[in-house]
C-alpha cells in the first residue's frame, strides 16, 4: 500500500462471499452459488477507494496552481486533493473508472497509468478539472517562459493512481445498482451565448449484500473553481464538499466526474445564500461548501426520488484513438518553449491516421496531438468518454438556432449529438476522459475572426483555450463510431 492510501472499505464482511462469487462467475460450480448472499446484479462486482494526491509543499519545490493566470503559487492546503477510483467487474471484464482533482491530467500520464494496470482491460481517468490544484499542463508557472509542472509531482500521481486501482480491486463485492437524475439549472451559470446548460445530474447508487449503500457514483457538469483566481491555498473546491456532505449522508465512498463542462458551466453568482440570506459569491470558502452541499443535495434527489435499477454487467468497451489538429497558435508557441511538454505529429489530415514526426524542416505545418475518445458499457449504463470540455450543445443538440451569419462557419454540418448517438440509453457524459485537450466548441458556434456573432465587438472567451474548430466534429464523429461498434456487439 502507497503511504497515504484511504481505505474505505464498507464491504468486509463479506470477503468470504467474495470469493464465492469470484469462483461462481468463472465457473467452478454452480453448487457455490447458494452460499452467495441473494443479489439482484450477482454478476457485478463493485469497489470504491480513494488516495491522497495533495502536494507537497514542504519539499520547498513551488506548487504553481492551475486554471486561472499564471503565476499562483501555493501558500497552503484547505483540503486535501484525492484520486478516487471505482472499479466494476462483470467476472470476465474489469475497468477501473478513476477521477482525480486535478486540472487535466494529460494522455501520456492516462498511458503511463495503463501500461502498469494490465490486469484491467479498461482505465479511465477523468480529471475534475480542479481549478485549485497543482498544475499539470505546464501553462501556470512562475512566467510565460516557465514550466509550471513538478515531473517528480507527476510521477507520484502516476504511482498512487496505479496503486490505488489494484487495492480498489482487491476488495470487489457483489452490488445492485440504481441509476438516477434530478435537475436543477439553476446552480449552473453559462458565461457564453447561447445559453445552453446540463443542469441534469447523473447517479448511479451502489448497494451491498447487506442492504447498506456501498458506492455513489456523482456525475455533474460546473467548473470546480468556486474559490476562484486569487485563492492560493490548494483545494479540490465545491466537489469536495459535495462528497463531503454525502459521505456524511450516506456513510458510503462517493465518486465524483464532472461532465459538461465547458460552454462555460461555472458555480452560479447570487444564487446561494448565508445563514443571514445573505448571498455567496465566487472566491470565499463558505461559498464553496455552499454551493457544493447544495449539488449534494440534488445528487441526493436522484438517489432518492430519481432513481431505478440497472444491471452493470455485460461490460463492454469501445475506444478509439484519434488524432487532433492544433491550430491554436498560443499552444504552438508554449510547446516551442517547453511550457506545453507532449508529444506531437504532422496532422495527416485523418483524425484516424498518425503524422509524421514533428521536424524543424516540417515545423511550418499543422501540428496535430494523439487523444482517445471511448464509450464503456457498464450493463444499462453508457459512459460517453470525451477527453475535454464539451459544450452542452454537443449533448442536447441544441446548436445556436438560427446560426448567427457572423461566425466563421455558418455553413458548418451539425455534429451528431450523444443524446441522439445513445438515443433511449441511460448515458452519463465523462468529461476530460484520459485527457484535457481544452474546449470542444461546436463547429457552427466557432467564433475567431471578426465580425463577431451576436454583435458583440469581440470574440468570446473559448476559442483561445481550444486546440481548434476541427476539435468537435472529429470528437464527435468518433464518439459515434464508439457507440456504434458497441451497439453491433450487442
Ligand atoms: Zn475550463
Given at each position: 500500500m502507497v503511504?497515504?492510501?484511504?481505505?474505505?472499505?464498507?464491504n468486509r464482511a463479506w470477503a468470504g462471499a467474495i470469493t464465492v462469487v469470484g469462483w461462481m462467475v468463472i465457473g467452478m460450480g454452480v453448487?457455490?452459488?447458494?452460499?452467495?448472499?441473494?443479489?439482484?446484479?450477482?454478476?457485478?462486482?463493485?469497489?470504491?477507494?480513494?488516495?491522497?494526491?495533495?502536494?507537497?509543499?514542504?519539499?520547498g519545490t513551488p506548487v504553481w496552481i492551475a486554471g486561472y493566470g499564471m503565476g499562483r503559487r501555493a501558500?497552503?492546503?484547505?483540503?486535501?486533493?484525492?484520486?478516487?477510483?471505482?472499479?466494476?467487474?462483470?467476472?470476465?471484464?474489469?475497468?477501473?473508472?478513476?477521477?482525480v482533482d486535478l486540472?487535466?491530467?494529460?494522455?501520456?500520464?492516462?498511458?503511463?497509468?495503463?501500461?502498469?494496470?494490465?490486469?484491467?482491460?479498461?482505465?479511465?481517468?477523468?480529471?475534475?478539472?480542479?481549478?485549485?490544484?497543482?498544475?499539470v499542463i505546464?501553462?501556470?508557472?512562475?512566467?510565460?517562459?516557465?514550466?509550471?509542472?513538478?515531473?517528480?509531482?507527476?510521477?507520484?500521481?502516476?504511482?498512487?493512481?496505479?496503486?490505488?486501482?489494484?487495492?480498489?480491486?482487491?476488495?470487489?463485492?457483489?452490488v445492485t445498482a440504481e441509476f438516477g437524475t434530478a435537475t436543477d439549472e439553476s446552480l449552473l451559470r453559462d458565461s457564453r451565448e447561447p445559453q445552453?446548460?446540463?443542469?441534469?445530474?447523473?447517479t448511479l447508487t451502489l448497494t451491498g449484500a447487506d442492504g447498506r449503500k456501498s458506492g455513489l457514483l456523482v456525475d455533474w457538469s460546473s467548473h470546480p473553481e468556486s474559490m476562484g483566481s486569487k485563492n492560493s491555498?490548494?483545494?479540490?473546491?465545491?466537489?469536495?464538499?459535495?462528497?463531503?456532505?454525502?459521505?456524511?449522508?450516506?456513510?458510503?465512498?462517493?465518486?465524483?466526474?464532472?461532465?459538461?463542462?465547458?460552454?462555460?458551466?461555472?458555480?452560479?453568482?447570487?444564487?446561494?445564500?448565508?445563514?443571514?440570506?445573505?448571498?455567496?459569491?465566487?472566491?470565499?470558502?463558505?461559498?464553496?461548501?455552499?454551493?457544493g452541499q447544495a449539488v449534494g443535495e440534488l445528487a441526493a434527489r436522484a438517489v432518492e426520488e430519481g432513481s431505478s435499477a440497472v444491471r452493470l454487467h455485460p461490460i463492454q468497451i469501445a475506444s478509439q484513438r484519434v488524432y487532433l489538429p492544433v491550430e491554436n497558435a498560443l499552444y504552438r508557441a508554449a510547446r516551442g518553449l517547453n511550457v506545453l511538454v507532449r508529444e506531437a505529429t504532422i496532422w495527416s489530415g485523418d483524425p484516424a491516421q498518425k503524422g509524421a514526426p514533428l521536424s524543424l524542416e516540417n515545423a511550418d505545418q499543422t501540428m496535430a496531438i494523439e487523444t482517445e475518445v471511448a464509450c464503456v458499457r457498464l450493463g444499462d449504463v453508457y459512459l460517453a468518454c470525451i477527453p475535454g470540455e464539451i459544450y452542452p450543445e454537443l449533448l442536447y443538440g441544441q446548436f445556436q438556432d438560427p446560426v448567427d451569419p457572423n461566425v466563421d462557419y455558418p455553413d458548418a454540418p451539425l455534429e451528431p449529438h450523444l443524446d441522439k448517438i445513445l438515443a433511449g440509453k441511460k448515458w452519463m457524459l465523462i468529461g476530460l476522459a484520459n485527457d484535457e485537450v481544452g474546449y470542444i466548441i461546436p463547429l457552427c458556434q466557432w467564433d475567431k475572426v471578426p465580425p463577431f456573432a451576436y454583435g458583440r465587438k469581440e470574440s468570446q472567451y473559448g476559442e483561445v483555450n481550444s486546440c481548434g474548430s476541427q476539435v468537435a466534429p472529429i470528437l464527435m464523429q468518433a464518439l459515434r463510431q464508439c457507440a456504434m461498434k458497441l451497439e453491433s456487439a450487442r
Amino acid at each position: 500500500m502507497v503511504a497515504g492510501l484511504v481505505q474505505r472499505d464498507g464491504n468486509r464482511a463479506w470477503a468470504g462471499a467474495i470469493t464465492v462469487v469470484g469462483w461462481m462467475v468463472i465457473g467452478m460450480g454452480v453448487s457455490l452459488a447458494t452460499r452467495t448472499p441473494a443479489v439482484a446484479d450477482s454478476l457485478a462486482r463493485v469497489a470504491s477507494g480513494a488516495v491522497d494526491i495533495t502536494p507537497d509543499l514542504a519539499g520547498g519545490t513551488p506548487v504553481w496552481i492551475a486554471g486561472y493566470g499564471m503565476g499562483r503559487r501555493a501558500t497552503g492546503v484547505h483540503d486535501p486533493l484525492f484520486a478516487r477510483c471505482l472499479v466494476v467487474d462483470d467476472g470476465s471484464t474489469k475497468v477501473a473508472l478513476v477521477s482525480v482533482d486535478l486540472v487535466g491530467l494529460q494522455f501520456p500520464e492516462v498511458l503511463r497509468i495503463r501500461e502498469r494496470l494490465t490486469e484491467f482491460q479498461y482505465v479511465l481517468v477523468s480529471s475534475t478539472h480542479n481549478h485549485e490544484g497543482p498544475d499539470v499542463i505546464g501553462i501556470w508557472g512562475r512566467s510565460p517562459i516557465h514550466r509550471g509542472v513538478d515531473d517528480a509531482y507527476l510521477d507520484q500521481v502516476v504511482e498512487k493512481v496505479v496503486e490505488l486501482c489494484r487495492q480498489t480491486a482487491r476488495r470487489l463485492a457483489p452490488v445492485t445498482a440504481e441509476f438516477g437524475t434530478a435537475t436543477d439549472e439553476s446552480l449552473l451559470r453559462d458565461s457564453r451565448e447561447p445559453q445552453v446548460k446540463d443542469g441534469i445530474l447523473r447517479t448511479l447508487t451502489l448497494t451491498g449484500a447487506d442492504g447498506r449503500k456501498s458506492g455513489l457514483l456523482v456525475d455533474w457538469s460546473s467548473h470546480p473553481e468556486s474559490m476562484g483566481s486569487k485563492n492560493s491555498l490548494l483545494t479540490a473546491d465545491f466537489p469536495a464538499a459535495t462528497i463531503g456532505w454525502l459521505e456524511r449522508k450516506y456513510q458510503c465512498p462517493i465518486t465524483y466526474f464532472s461532465g459538461a463542462v465547458g460552454g462555460l458551466m461555472t458555480p452560479p453568482r447570487n444564487r446561494i445564500r448565508d445563514d443571514n440570506g445573505q448571498y455567496l459569491n465566487e472566491g470565499d470558502f463558505t461559498f464553496m461548501e455552499r454551493y457544493g452541499q447544495a449539488v449534494g443535495e440534488l445528487a441526493a434527489r436522484a438517489v432518492e426520488e430519481g432513481s431505478s435499477a440497472v444491471r452493470l454487467h455485460p461490460i463492454q468497451i469501445a475506444s478509439q484513438r484519434v488524432y487532433l489538429p492544433v491550430e491554436n497558435a498560443l499552444y504552438r508557441a508554449a510547446r516551442g518553449l517547453n511550457v506545453l511538454v507532449r508529444e506531437a505529429t504532422i496532422w495527416s489530415g485523418d483524425p484516424a491516421q498518425k503524422g509524421a514526426p514533428l521536424s524543424l524542416e516540417n515545423a511550418d505545418q499543422t501540428m496535430a496531438i494523439e487523444t482517445e475518445v471511448a464509450c464503456v458499457r457498464l450493463g444499462d449504463v453508457y459512459l460517453a468518454c470525451i477527453p475535454g470540455e464539451i459544450y452542452p450543445e454537443l449533448l442536447y443538440g441544441q446548436f445556436q438556432d438560427p446560426v448567427d451569419p457572423n461566425v466563421d462557419y455558418p455553413d458548418a454540418p451539425l455534429e451528431p449529438h450523444l443524446d441522439k448517438i445513445l438515443a433511449g440509453k441511460k448515458w452519463m457524459l465523462i468529461g476530460l476522459a484520459n485527457d484535457e485537450v481544452g474546449y470542444i466548441i461546436p463547429l457552427c458556434q466557432w467564433d475567431k475572426v471578426p465580425p463577431f456573432a451576436y454583435g458583440r465587438k469581440e470574440s468570446q472567451y473559448g476559442e483561445v483555450n481550444s486546440c481548434g474548430s476541427q476539435v468537435a466534429p472529429i470528437l464527435m464523429q468518433a464518439l459515434r463510431q464508439c457507440a456504434m461498434k458497441l451497439e453491433s456487439a450487442r
